[in-house]
Every structure is written in C-alpha cells, then in structure tokens.
C-alpha cells in the first residue's frame, strides 16, 4: 500500500490540478491519494477568495469516480516553513510520496528525506490561479479553465460578487 500526497492552495482547483491527479492515477505509483489543502486558514482575499470548505467541495465534487482512495485534508499555514513538514504529517494519513512543483514545497520535503515527484506543466500560461481569478474578477471566459463541479461550487457561494466587492476600495 502506497500513498501520495498531493498539496496546493488550489484557489480555485483548475484543469491543471485535475490533469496533475489523473497523470498521478495513471502512473498506478500509489493506491491512495491525499489532496492536502494548504493556506487553509486564508480566505476573502483576491489572492486566496475561496475558504477551505469551499475548496474541499470543489475537490471532492470533481474527483467523484476517481479510480482511487481520495482524502481532502485542509493545511492552515505555520509561521515557520523549518517546521512545516511536520505539522503537515500530523495532520494528514501517512503517505510515501509527495506530489508538486512548487519549488518551496519540494524543498522542505526533500530536506525531510520524503520523494517528490513533479508533474509536467499543463497549458501554464492559462491554468494557473492568478490567471484564473483574474478572467473571474474581470468578467473573462474561465469556465473552460476548471472542472464543471468547481463551476458549479463558485455559483453557490457566489464567489464572483464576492472577488468584486472584495476588490473594491472604500
Ligand atoms: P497551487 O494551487 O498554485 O498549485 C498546486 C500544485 O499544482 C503545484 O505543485 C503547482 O505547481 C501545480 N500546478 C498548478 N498549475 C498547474 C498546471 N497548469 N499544470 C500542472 N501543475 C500545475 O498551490 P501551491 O502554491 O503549490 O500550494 C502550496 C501550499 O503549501 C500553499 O498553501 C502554501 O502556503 C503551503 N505551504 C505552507 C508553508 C508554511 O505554512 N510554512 C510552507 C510551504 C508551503
């Protein structure tokens, strides 16, 4: 039994991630896959608009089917990235290999001696969050850039007033 820990601020979860998952799926290197919510304590913010709650429905909507054992776990920050790898551990099923290319991300976990494997990047220019949130705040096409549930998540939560009104100066 092998598990894979895949972790992002996921805001919003995109095409990239989802494509980051099937490929990690399609490997058959692990049985089980943690998606770790990280940031999980920030929300209302352009950079981070979604709550943890919002994001684990985004998740969990659109992983329904997977071919594996999924668990959505939300990750608060720590003030020291020394300590990070730890807390991440007590928080979610061991697991046997990390997932990410985030080059901080990837660091701490080689220092504490845990694989990290790097997907390749998919469409880069287009599916990253900053460019999402910003066709979301300016009324440009971004559905085509996320899974349907996500879609359907941001409608509930009425997400896009809330990047504007958030977006505004007083
Ligand atoms: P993200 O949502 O931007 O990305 C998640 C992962 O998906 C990353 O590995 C990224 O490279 C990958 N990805 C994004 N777009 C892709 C695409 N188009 N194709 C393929 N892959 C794509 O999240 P992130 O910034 O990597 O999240 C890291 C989280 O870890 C943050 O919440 C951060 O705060 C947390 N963290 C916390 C501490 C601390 O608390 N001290 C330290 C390190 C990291």
Same mark, same amino acid.
């Given at each position: 039994m092998k598990r894979g820990l895949y972790v992002g /601020? @996921?805001? !919003? @979860?995109?095409n990239g991630h989802m494509q980051v998952i099937e490929s990690i799926v399609k490997t058959r290197e692990v049985n089980e896959l943690i998606i770790g919510i990280g940031s999980? +304590?920030?929300? *209302? +913010?352009? /950079? *981070? !608009?979604?709550t943890a709650g919002e994001r684990v429905l985004m998740i969990t909507r659109s992983l329904n089917g997977l071919a594996i054992p999924f668990y959505v776990i939300p990750l608060e920050d720590v003030r020291r990235n020394a300590l990070w790898v730890a807390h991440v551990k007590s928080m979610v099923p061991p697991f046997d290999i990390v997932y990410s290319s985030n080059p901080l991300v990837i660091q701490l976990f080689k220092e504490a001696g845990i694989p990290v494997h790097s997907s390749p990047l998919y469409l880069r220019e287009s599916l990253a969050g900053t460019v999402v949130r910003k066709k979301m705040l300016e009324g440009d096409t971004w559905k085509e850039s996320v899974p349907p549930e996500v879609e359907s998540v941001i409608a509930e939560v009425h997400g896009i007033e809330r990047m504007r009104q958030i977006a505004k100066s007083d």
């Open positions: /601020r @996921f805001q !919003p @979860f995109h999980a +304590d920030t929300s *209302h +913010d352009l /950079r *981070h !608009p979604f």
